[in-house]
Each structure stands twice: as C-alpha cells, then as structure tokens.
C-alpha cells in the first residue's frame, strides 16, 4: 500500500498528525489516546499498515 494512501485512511478515521520523528511520522487518536508510527517509506507492507490501523484502533484499510 502507498504510504499517502495509508495515512489518508487514518485520517479518514479521525487520526491527527502529531509529530515527526527521524524515521517515522507520529499519528494519534483522539478517541482514544493511542499512538501510532507510520514509516516514511514510499510503500508500506501489508501486514505493516494492518498493524498501525490495529494500534490506532481504525478499521483496517481494503
């Protein structure tokens, strides 16, 4: 899946941007106070964005 793909699923979702790190972009759930790193790759494995939207608790991406 494409990275801007991913995180326009979470954003979708309610998930805001919280920071940037060296590697990775800190995405955070208001709902319910949970953090998630998105790597700044151009494609992000499956398993990997299924893991990030089960860590924000979001629906998984199709």
């Not at 060296?22 to 998630?36: A, D, G, L, M, Q």
């Not at 893991?51 to 991406?61: A, G, M, T, Y």
Request: aromatic share 4%.
């Amino acid at each position: 899946m494409k990275r801007r793909k991913s995180i326009q699923h979470l954003e979708e979702h309610g998930c805001k941007f919280l920071r940037e790190g060296r590697r990775h972009t800190v995405y955070y759930n208001p709902s319910n106070r949970k953090t998630s790193t998105v790597p700044r790759h151009n494609e992000i494995v499956g398993a990997l964005a299924r893991k990030i939207c089960k860590d924000l608790e979001v629906p998984p991406s199709k």
